[in-house]
């Protein structure tokens, strides 16, 4: 069994939320680091499709 890494996990943690900071930030959608085909990219890639400069503020 796993250890529980995700035990002390915040939201800023998840691939949905990492997603969206990229594309607030600036930072190109090539920065995504997670695995082509991996449920975490596929949100990564949707936070990051769906957040508008306007969310920033």
């Not at 800023?12 to 695995?35: E, H, M, V, W």
């Amino acid at each position: 069994m796993k250890p529980e890494a995700n035990a002390q996990a915040t939201a800023s943690d998840s691939p949905f939320i990492q997603g969206r900071n990229a594309r607030l930030y600036g930072k190109p959608i090539d920065d995504c680091p997670y695995t082509e085909g991996s449920e975490e990219r596929t949100a990564w890639l949707q936070a990051y499709e769906e957040a508008t400069v306007t969310d920033a503020g």
